[in-house]
């Protein structure tokens, strides 16, 4: 009578070459170069990985309140404040280059100072600045070592950078506008937060076992143009961390990025409370945690004076056991939907842990299976590596339209890969750019979308071959 058997599942398991596609995919932007590149800023071939590094490039411009700068002008007071803790971690000093990046994203470099980043024989944490003077900006070649030729009206950055040799430690940038107005900060979303839970002696690891070392690092930025008095609350489960009424938030002038601005760094050693407690760590606060075993959530809140919440962030991590999800540590797994229902070419669910694409999408069933790979947008790889792309962005931006949370954005924005590829170099732009556009204007966010899954596609074509 035409009846049939219910299908048992609509969800089936991607194929294993699929599964690869996608997984290449995000490790390209969120493991770039094949290594494991460290959150805190640390990199290979540093003196320590457990070392955190913060970064900040101050300058004056020629107006107070703007980031443009016209032909002949100068920038003026540029100083880098580099900040690393624990200080007697660094063994070896470290260089600091001053670099212009066009809006092509190359890069030059205009000073280094060796050996400008020294070690320091205590505990606690370092702070040094580093001088830069003052740069006049010009059209034609430069004359003189304090000069910096923009030959066409648009943005620049200058980006200081820490570094040993041909590795680099951490960088900071600040956007000079030649000759154009920067664009206008943005109204609905000035302020946000970021919160991240890692264990210290390996910023990729969010499991942290009795006696080790939990790191806690909770930064917010202001991209409003004036400075602003929040109020700050930060809690590991039940336990309180930090409150703090009020705290000032600088201003970010217009159209240049907003720096992070840290709310709270500590340390907490985790101890089991079934377990005689190790001797403690010099200047580290220990922590008897409620179980032996567990999933613990860090959360932090900022509120405005008035008590309305203006941003909220959390993470993750586990005592004692193993994050239960996520293979090879990617954010979200891919799945195809063969149910026939599923309109849209992809969607990501509501805890951004799945990304589900319409198995039977048109463009999709025209693609071929490719027997050997020797490309990798090669038939439906092309289709799986743009579903992972959009995917990719759902997932940093979903929490910052959501909650001005912008853990997964910064962590998409500090893992772009090597600065000095000026491919690289516009893919950051673009997501500064995205970050810019949420919530202000649909058009110009969906056009820089587009634009930004192009590169990534570009990107993955060159690294991923």
Known sequence: ?????????????????????????????????GRKQRRNGSQPGADNPGIIWEAQLNLEYPAPASARVDWGQSVRNVCA????????????????????????????????????IKPEWHNGRARQQVDLGAWQIIRGKASHSQQIACSEPGEYKLRATVARGETRLKSASRSLYVQTEPPPPPAKRPVTLSAKAVNNSDGEKKRVDHGETLLIHVFARNRAVEAGKFLFNAFLED??????????????????APR????????????????????????????????????????????????????????????????????????????PDHSGKQ??????????????????????????????????????????????????????????????DEGNFQQLLDESGDETDPLRERYVRKLEQLSRELKESATEFGQTRRETVAI?????????S
């Not at 990534?456 to 991923?464: Q, T």
Request: charge should be negative; include cysteine; aromatic fraction near 8%.
């Open 239 to 256: 336990e309180t961390l930090e409150r703090k009424s009020p705290i000032e938030l600088d201003a970010t002038p217009a159209g240049d």
């Open 343 to 404: 309109i849209e070419m992809w969607k990501m669910n509501a805890d951004l842990t799945e990304l589900i694409y319409a198995a039977d999408y048109p463009l999709r069933q025209e693609l071929r299976d490719v027997q050997r790979q020797r490309r990798p947008l090669q038939g439906k790889n092309a289709f799986i590596a743009e579903v992972s792309a959009h995917g990719l962005l759902e997932w940093a931006m979903r929490p910052l339209e959501g909650n001005n």
């Open 260 to 335: 992070p601005q840290t709310l709270l760094l500590e340390r907490l050693q985790l101890l089991d409370p079934n377990k005689n407690a190790p001797l403690p760590l010099d200047g580290i606060r220990q922590l008897r945690m409620p179980e032996s075993v567990g999933k613990y959530q860090l959360k932090a809140k900022l509120f405005a004076e008035d008590g309305e919440r203006v941003a909220y962030s959390s993470d993750i991590f586990y005592f004692q056991q193993d994050p239960s999800r996520k293979q090879n540590d990617l954010p979200f797994e891919i799945k």
């Open 1 to 33: 009578m035409g009846w049939e058997a219910a299908r048992p599942i609509s969800v089936e398991p991607v194929s294993e070459r699929e599964r690869r596609t996608h997984t290449r995919f995000l490790e390209t932007f969120l493991n770039p170069n």
């Open 456 to 464: 990534m596609l570009e990107i993955f074509n060159l690294e991923a």
């Open 81 to 116: 404040e580099i900040e690393f803790e624990p200080a007697n971690e660094l063994t070896a000093a470290a260089d600091l280059l001053l670099e212009c990046v066009d809006s092509d994203g190359n890069s030059e470099v205009l000073a280094r100072k060796q050996g400008a």
